[in-house]
């Protein structure tokens, strides 16, 4: 990790783990926002970002330190995000609150300074109404439903 980027991690982080691929040289001013909102969830303890993916949760797992995320999981709270710059859209890939409450500040925290013409896209909603909440929620962002 190169040292503009661990400054980054120490300066955004609000105490949390971040993990940074190798392959990103500089942090894009969206990931970075969306970096800054995660990191200020009191239960999230791990952020991963790759060139095209971030990740964050209260817990990760194996050696690759993934944040976990997965649907239905007992304990782990979470999000896993695919970010395409060239298309512009975010599509929110896995997501679960183990804890009432921390979906929407999960979703809150991605959405904050969105750019307008930026798509948010949910491939496969296993909610049960969570995302037509959102969707009613923040009228205003670009909601595609797969």
Known sequence: MNKRIRNWCDEVGNGKTIIVSKEIKTIPPLIDRIVRNLAQIDI?????????FLAASNEIKGGSRDPVAEPHHPTATGVSLIVDFPEQYIQFYEMNAARKGYGEKMVAATLDG???????????????GFWEKMKAKYPSVNWDFM
Request: charged content about 35%; proline content about 8%.
């Open 44 to 52: 999230i303890r791990y952020i991963k970002v790759r060139p095209d």
């Open 114 to 128: 969105l750019p307008e013409d930026w798509e948010v896209c949910i491939v496969m909603d296993w909610s049960g």
